[in-house]
């Protein structure tokens, strides 16, 4: 009866003890939480910056909002709706409508060890406005306040600030910043040790070094080919070349640029990556359609598509201005991403794929080879536009990054273009030299042709003014020598009991100055000047000369003479100097025999005239040596030869070439 009176009051008692057990546990935690920071309950939340070696991605860390593009105060920033988000949606581009926006970061940090801990800290590259807030957790909106820049900013990296956190200090760290208007846009934010600050610059800089040494050697490449184009034009003054070494010059700089200054957190990096690597594009595009225009000669040669380049050029320039406009003066990227990767691009894509159907439908070797390597570059072109769109490939490790480099890709395109281009330059200048070759050969025989015409007509006017002379001669001249020898001899025959020897002076000089005469209108006369003209006249002379003398002459013609031209001056000569050896004969020689052979050899005309004489005595020289050296004279004014021998009486040899 005791015990069930009591049982109540003991299980009250027993509940009680509970109580104030659980009580008392529950302040002894609360006051070790307090003394230790909670740790444990809170490790997602806060970043402890003692544990950080080297560098810390913070992404798992951060909370995130968005709002106006503007500068946030510290009262808006504290605001602002802060939530987490997925990371990989930030990485490694931005979304298009947050590069519009002022994004914003909140990070939690603290520094559980018994010295100050001084670390930077980065959003990524390609930053704008960066703006850092400091606050204590405790009271946030009564501690929060900004970090001055002269303060914070690294004299290392532009794009990282200096943050410090006293010994077992908490603070709350809220960051503002613009995204640059460029989808090459990268977040990575980072805690980085200061003192490690430089091997992580460097890390960024030279993540890829075999992408950038390919970069360089293709810069380098394009260099050689601005110095090449440029020694070309002044040595040919070809304008093309000039425009090929813009285009040249822009793709260089592209590169170049492009890989050096890669990360750089500076407003001219800034500038380069929103607006001055597109438009160095769009002008170097422009200037190859020019080059393409005249090293091909659209204008005469493919009239259609002179007026499509010409009109695709001003095309591009309104593209390119109207994209200008929107940068400078509006804070759109969406519409500037559209316009650059959309359109202008596609636009490109599509005045490269008509010049390949024109050049293929031409079947030109030198458009072949123009085409070849614009479909290089388009193909590689698209594949470039492809991965700065977001296609990647599934590659790992160094690989990744080579395979999935747009840039790399353009660069194959704009190689492959170029040993296209040198090969169809190749082609042209080996096609233009032959042009050239022929060119002069027909402008030599051209002027060969007129000047041969000329000489023709020279000698033609020349054997017409002979003809006319020995015409004259003949009918004047030669019809008064007969009338004087006539008339001499009718004087003789009248006074033929009286004898006058002037009157047989006279009627002899008659009778030689009509032989000379008649000579004379031979050798002039144009109708003569043949070869077989000339032996069928030395052979009448001989004949004729040695008719009425008791020297018997023989001549010796060949069976048969081919029809060969020779000129008036040379059957001059040669029949004078024949003339002048038979009179020698007659008078000095006291032969009876005269041989005379006429030879044709070798494009030869050799004369041999001998006789049966006394040969010629070297005492008595003298008194005919006028005559030899009259005959050597003339015959070696027609580049023959002339030579005297004795053998059973004397030998002389006419020599001459036909």
Same mark, same amino acid.
């Given at each position: ?61 951060? %909370? ?34 947050? *590069? ?7 990070? &939690? ?40 820049? +002269? ?68 810069? @380098? *490449? ?57 438009? #160095? ?62 359109? *202008? ?27 070849? @390597? ?16 977001g296609v990647k490939f599934n590659k790992s490790g160094e690989l990744a990054s080579i395979f999935n480099n747009g840039l790399l890709y353009y ?34 025989? =051209?002027? %060969? ?83 077989? +003209? ?9 004949? %004729?000369?040695? %008719? ?25 000569? *040669? ?26 050899? =070798?494009?030869?005309? #050799? ?8 040969? #010629?005595?070297?005492?008595?020289? &003298?008194?005919? @040596? ?22 059973? @009486? ?5 020599? +001459?070439?036909?």
């Amino acid at each position: 009866m005791y015990f069930t009176k009591s049982l109540p009051l003991c299980m009250s008692f027993t509940k009680t003890s509970v109580l104030i057990r659980f009580v008392c546990c529950a302040t002894i935690i609360f006051l070790v939480g307090i003394n230790t920071g909670f740790p444990q309950a809170t490790d997602s939340n806060w970043l402890d910056v003692s544990k950080v070696r080297f560098q810390k991605l913070l992404s798992k860390h951060c %909370e995130y909002a968005e709002g106006p593009k503007k500068l946030m105060t510290a009262g808006e920033i504290i605001s602002q709706p802060f939530q987490k988000r997925d990371f990989k949606t930030l990485h490694p581009g931005i979304p298009l409508h947050l *590069i519009e926006k002022n994004f914003m970061m909140r990070i &939690r940090a603290w520094n559980s060890s018994d010295t100050i801990e001084e670390f930077y800290f980065t959003p990524g590259y390609y930053a704008r406005n960066l703006v850092i807030f400091k606050a204590d957790p405790s009271d946030i909106a009564g501690t929060i306040h900004k970090i001055p820049d +002269s303060i914070s900013r690294s004299t290392i990296y532009s794009g990282c600030r200096l943050l410090k956190l006293a010994p077992g200090e908490k603070a709350v760290y809220y960051v503002s910043l613009n995204f640059i208007r460029t989808n090459a846009n990268s977040f990575s934010p980072y805690f980085i040790e200061k003192d490690f600050l430089r091997y992580w610059l460097k890390n960024v800089k030279h993540r890829n070094p075999l992408a950038d040494i390919i970069t360089y050697i293709i810069a @380098g *490449i394009l260099l050689l080919m601005i110095f090449y184009s440029l020694a070309v034009y002044l040595q040919s003054r070809n304008k093309e070349f000039i425009f090929y070494s813009v285009y040249a010059l822009c793709s260089t700089i592209l590169f170049f640029v492009k890989s050096y200054a890669i990360s750089e957190s500076n407003e001219w990096n800034y500038l380069y990556e929103e607006y001055l690597d597109f438009m #160095i594009m769009g002008l170097g595009v422009y200037f190859y359609l020019i080059f393409v225009r005249r090293f091909i000669n659209t204008k005469e040669d493919h009239p259609s598509m002179e007026k499509f380049l010409r009109v695709a050029q001003w095309i591009l320039v309104g593209f390119l201005g109207i994209f200008s406009t929107i940068y400078f003066f509006t804070d759109q990227f969406v519409i500037l991403y559209v316009l650059e990767n959309y359109i *202008i691009k596609v636009y490109m894509f599509g005045i490269g794929v008509v010049f390949v159907w024109y050049s293929l439908k031409k079947k030109d070797k030198l458009l072949n080879y123009l085409a070849a @390597g614009n479909f290089a570059l388009l193909a590689f072109s698209v594949v470039s536009l492809l991965l700065l769109l977001g296609v990647k490939f599934n590659k790992s490790g160094e690989l990744a990054s080579i395979f999935n480099n747009g840039l790399l890709y353009y660069e194959v395109g704009i190689v492959l273009e170029l040993m296209f281009f040198l090969s169809g330059l190749a082609y042209k200048n080996r096609r233009d030299l032959t042009e050239r070759v022929q060119e002069r050969e027909r402008f030599k025989l =051209e002027n %060969e042709r007129k000047e041969f015409e000329k000489q023709i007509a020279i000698v033609t006017t020349r054997q017409e003014e002979r003809d006319r002379i020995s015409a004259d001669m003949h009918d004047e001249l030669g019809s008064g020598m007969t009338a004087i020898r006539l008339m001499s001899e009718i004087v003789r025959t009248r006074m033929k009991d009286q004898a006058f020897p002037e009157l047989e002076k006279i009627s002899n000089s008659a009778n030689d100055l009509l032989g000379k005469m008649n000579s004379i209108i031979w050798t002039m006369k144009s109708s003569n000047d043949t070869l077989e +003209s000339l032996v069928a006249y030395l052979r009448s002379h001989a004949l %004729e000369y040695f %008719e009425s003398t008791p020297i018997v002459c023989r001549v010796q013609v060949p069976e048969h003479i081919p029809p060969t031209v020779m000129s008036g001056e040379k059957r001059r000569n *040669i029949f004078l100097s024949v003339k002048e050896s038979l009179n020698n004969i007659l008078k000095h020689a006291h032969a009876t025999e005269v041989t005379i052979q006429i030879i044709l050899k =070798e494009k030869q005309l #050799i004369i041999k005239v001998s006789d049966n004489g006394v040969g #010629i005595d070297t005492e008595k020289l &003298r008194r005919f @040596g006028n005559g030899l050296s009259n005959m050597k004279r003339r015959m070696e004014s027609i580049q023959g030869d002339f030579m005297v021998e004795n053998d059973r @009486g004397s030998v002389i040899t006419f020599v +001459s070439p036909l």
